[in-house]
């Protein structure tokens, strides 16, 4: 069975910076492409970024590009987002979301639970 | 940036009834790469179709897909009360630029 189990959020000033992570499980995390999706309090939901199977591929959002860094690693079948720079607009759940294949041109079938992330002074 | 738009913005139907959802794209997905996702509240969202048709693993066969270009349809053919959730289109044609529609409330009337 597959999971995706993310971690990290919570309450952070404007300007500053957070790390989510999300631990997977259940396939080979390797042979697949992950994304961070997002959803801001009673809104829809936003693609954040992604990266390849390998993490030689990554794409951002023009509304956190130069702010966030995703990465995996692996090793640990683990997914990572650092969040620099945050603004009121970054507060959300953030989803950590698996692709059906190794390829961007598939949708996302498995999701975590999210993590709040809630940006305010 | 492919925009989708989704009508209507919130539906009112009986258990029983047929919901049909509809999901316009401001310009042509490629190869019919269009998913929809149901949620409810507090949860993630859920994939029920992909390919503008096709369902995905465990997928109820009341939940079906249609459409080709730049209009698409979710119908479901006879609501069952789990069936009551936020529905959401996404293209991944214009991959990795992602988007989805804002979503289109399944209400029990």
């Known amino acids: 069975e597959v999971q995706l189990l993310e971690s990290g959020g919570g309450l952070v000033q404007p300007g500053g910076s957070l790390r989510l992570s999300c631990a997977a499980s259940?396939?080979?995390?390797?042979?697949?492409?992950m994304s961070w999706v997002r959803q801001a309090p009673g809104k829809g939901l936003e693609w954040v970024s992604g990266?390849?199977?390998?993490?030689?591929?990554?794409y951002y959002a023009d509304s956190v590009k130069g702010r966030f860094t995703i990465s995996r690693d692996n090793s640990k079948s683990t997914l990572y987002l650092q969040m620099n720079g945050l603004r009121g607009e970054d507060t959300a759940v953030y989803y950590c979301?698996?692709?059906?294949?190794?390829?961007?041109?598939?949708?996302?079938?498995?999701w975590g639970q999210g993590t709040l992330v809630t940006v305010s002074s | 940036e492919v925009v989708l738009t989704q009508s209507p913005g919130t539906l009112s139907l009986s258990p029983g009834e047929r919901a049909t959802l509809s999901c316009r794209a401001s310009?042509?997905?490629?190869?019919?790469?269009l998913a929809w996702y149901q949620q409810k509240p507090g949860q993630a969202p859920r994939l029920l179709i992909y390919?503008?048709?096709t369902r995905a693993t465990g997928i109820p066969d009341r939940f079906s897909g249609s459409g080709s270009g730049t209009d698409f349809t979710l119908t479901i053919s006879r609501l069952e009360p789990e069936d009551f959730a936020v529905y959401y289109c996404?293209?991944?044609?214009?991959?990795?630029?992602?988007?989805f529609g804002q979503g289109t409330k399944l209400e029990i009337k």
């Open positions: 979301a698996k692709a059906r294949t190794n390829s961007w041109n598939v949708p996302f079938d498995n």
């Open positions: 259940g396939f080979t995390f390797t042979s697949y492409v």
């Open positions: 990266i390849s199977g390998s993490g030689s591929n990554i």
């Open positions: 310009q042509s997905v490629s190869s019919s790469f």
């Open positions: 390919g503008a048709s």
């Open positions: 996404q293209q991944y044609g214009n991959s990795p630029k992602y988007t």
